[in-house]
């Protein structure tokens, strides 16, 4: 996997995933910064995931490195906030209330075999056609789901068949540095 972050790296992207909802959700517009962390310049995949009062209220990333890390982290903060289609946009009112969790991904890989995929530590993409589908390392631990019941859920994500794995779907595992405050 890529370098890990530290704690203090933890806490700047935290704040500023915060600070750039806020700011988008008053003005409309994206915080303009420059950061001289070269550690969060580099092109890496990540997810935010919001939640208030322990219910998930929005959840948005980039799989693959193609922006600067706190530039992925800004876009996919703001994106979780107000366009994850499966919620209302969240209010500045909500926002004080959320709980920000980052998830910095490594890059996927094939596997051949399910039996390569470790629940708890893998996330997992899920292919078929045009159809995908990804689940977070964390979210099977958070249902206590075994392997069959990830599979499962990472095909209905994707808009397949539960049991669309046990015919021949392609599998993508990566694992993430997950934080929150």
């Not at 996997?1 to 600070?19: C, D, G, V, Y």
């Not at 075994?146 to 794995?165: F, I, P, Q, R, V």
Request: hydrophobic share 35%; glycine share 6%; aromatic share 8%.
């Amino acid at each position: 996997m890529e370098s890990l972050l530290n704690n203090e790296q933890h806490k700047f992207l935290l704040s500023l995933a915060r600070q750039n909802i806020q700011h988008y959700l008053k003005t409309e517009k994206p915080l303009k910064i420059k950061i001289k962390d070269e550690e969060l310049k580099e092109k890496r995949g990540a997810f935010v995931t919001l939640k208030v009062q322990d219910q998930l209220r929005g959840c948005i990333g980039y799989p693959l490195p193609f922006k600067p890390l706190y530039e992925t982290i800004m876009d996919v903060a703001v994106s979780a906030a107000t366009k994850d289609y499966r919620f209302q946009p969240l209010t500045l009112e909500e926002l004080s209330e959320a709980k920000i969790e980052i998830s910095v991904l490594s890059l996927p890989k094939p596997v051949k075999d399910v039996k390569e995929i470790e629940v708890g530590k893998h996330g997992i993409i899920i292919s078929k056609g045009s159809s995908k589908g990804l689940l977070l390392p964390q979210v099977p631990g958070e249902w206590n789901w075994d392997l069959k019941t990830y599979l499962s859920h990472g095909c209905l994500k994707a808009g397949l068949d539960e049991n669309e794995w046990k015919k021949g779907v392609s599998i993508e595992i990566f694992s993430a540095q997950v934080f929150s405050e």
